[in-house]
């Protein structure tokens, strides 16, 4: 490989694993970038290393949420929302209090919803719809999935397989519609 597809592979690797956490890159736009620019075989490779690097990133945050409930911030945060929940905050709390009460009354169905629907054995369908279409959102599915029963190897595989779909089909698209395969 030459030192241009190095670059390319790598760098589609490093920011797809920084944009797992925030979306601050369109990995999307990049492959079909290189895609444009480069041959089909390159173009390949990069989509490979951005599923990689996305696959790791999501990895990453589905342990971090599931790690979340130890660290002490979070339980703070727990504890706040259960005072305000059962009103016993007053004062200068009392603001912090009702938004608690409020953001807890909401967020319990739907976080029960979640738990249920990603425990399911339906729930790597839903991480790999999610990674080929983005449909839900896959970060919001990771999350979701962090908080539930859902195994972490049935998660990364599905979401390889998922964004393997979305990135493939990107890196072979602009190759097909330059040879006249998908006009109409």
Avoid: H, I, N
């Avoid at 690797?13 to 041959?39: H, N, R, T, W």
């Avoid at 009460?101 to 729930?123: C, D």
């Avoid at 493939?168 to 519609?177: D, F, H, T, Y």
Wanted: charged fraction near 10%; hydrophobic fraction near 60%; charge should be positive.
């Amino acid at each position: 490989m030459t030192g241009l597809v190095v670059g390319l592979v790598v760098t589609g690797l490093l920011m797809s694993l920084v944009g797992s956490f925030a979306p601050v890159f369109a990995a999307e736009a990049y492959v079909v970038g290189v895609a444009l620019a480069q041959p089909p075989p390159v173009a390949l490779a990069v989509a490979g290393a951005v599923v990689v690097g996305q696959t790791l990133g999501k990895a990453a945050v589905l342990a971090s949420v599931r790690a979340a409930p130890r660290w002490a911030p979070v339980r703070a945060v727990r504890v706040a929302v259960a005072r305000g929940a059962q009103g016993q905050a007053g004062g200068a709390d009392a603001w912090w209090s009702g938004l608690a009460a409020r953001t807890a009354a909401w967020v319990g169905p739907v976080q029960r919803w979640t738990a249920r629907a990603m425990g399911r054995p339906a729930a790597p369908l839903v991480v790999v719809l999610s990674g080929a279409v983005g449909l839900p959102p896959l970060l919001a599915v990771t999350v979701c999935a962090g908080s539930s029963r859902m195994r972490g190897g049935a998660f990364v595989a599905a979401c390889a397989a998922g964004r393997s779909v979305r990135m493939g089909a990107l890196a072979v698209a602009p190759g097909l519609l330059a040879g006249g395969a998908l006009l109409l």
